[in-house]
């Protein structure tokens, strides 16, 4: 079964400094990739999403991920984070082959101080 | 457009007692998905309709568990005899079809559950 990594449970910065956070997943076949987000108080929104072709991904808000598939990683990062920024950020996989289930990472709490 | 409204928001049951919570999808949206979330863990999967039909209930932690969605819309998550471990968010989502779209997934605000 596939599984998601999420390195870092919470992330504390200043604004305007860079974020990069980890996703690694276990899944060796051809995958699509995911983070979503979640704000204080709102829904789970999609972020950014990787289903093939260029690996360096641009999503909202300024942000963009890599798909590295020799390192199984799909880092997400942003050059310089806003207080509005502060959120929860999952990571997500499935096979890219058929239906297959979406499996989340244990996220990461953001929190960016002004 | 409205979103994805779950409802209620907040739940407590006491042990043994039967819940059901509401899911009403995009309208349009054919797939629709239910997650459990335990406090400090992602989104765990459910189960999954296209339509009126549940293509896969593979992540139903036991038959206490059972999800409907009878006209394709609406669906419904019910929980028998509940037990303190069933204490979670319930996360409903859904997306447009098939493909890629069906991974292109639009959330609830979720019902928090608390078993007592």
């Known amino acids: 079964a596939q599984s998601v990594s999420q390195h870092n449970h919470h992330v504390i910065l200043s604004e305007a400094a860079s974020l990069e956070l980890g996703c690694n997943y276990s899944?060796?076949?051809?995958?699509?990739l995911f983070w979503y987000v979640q704000y204080p108080g709102q829904h789970l929104q999609l972020l950014l999403k990787y289903f093939s072709g260029d690996p360096l991904v641009k999503g909202i808000k300024g942000f963009e991920a890599e798909f590295i598939k020799s390192k199984f990683s799909f880092n997400l990062r942003k050059p310089s984070v806003q207080w509005s920024d502060t959120a929860e950020y999952f990571c997500?996989?499935?096979?890219?082959?058929?239906?297959?289930?979406?499996?989340f990472g244990k996220g990461t709490m953001l929190l960016v101080s002004p | 457009g409205a979103g994805v409204s779950q409802s209620p928001r907040y739940k407590v049951a006491k042990r043994g007692q039967d819940v059901a919570l509401r899911c009403d999808p995009i309208?349009?949206?054919?797939?629709l998905f239910w997650y459990q979330q335990a406090l400090g863990q992602g989104p765990e999967f459910l189960t999954y309709?296209?339509?009126?039909?549940?293509?896969?209930k593979s992540g139903l932690p036991s038959d206490r568990f059972f999800a409907e969605r009878p006209e394709g819309s609406v669906s419904t998550l019910k929980i028998q005899r509940t037990q303190q471990e069933d204490s979670a968010v319930y996360l409903c989502?859904?997306?447009?079809?098939?493909?890629?779209?069906?991974?292109?997934?639009?959330f609830g605000p979720g019902t928090r559950l608390t078993v007592t």
């Open positions: 309208s349009g949206h054919v797939s």
């Open positions: 997500a996989v499935n096979q890219n082959s058929g239906y297959s289930t979406l499996t």
């Open positions: 899944y060796g076949g051809t995958v699509n």
């Open positions: 989502a859904s997306s447009p079809g098939g493909g890629t779209a069906l991974y292109e997934q639009y």
């Open positions: 309709f296209q339509n009126e039909a549940q293509l896969d």
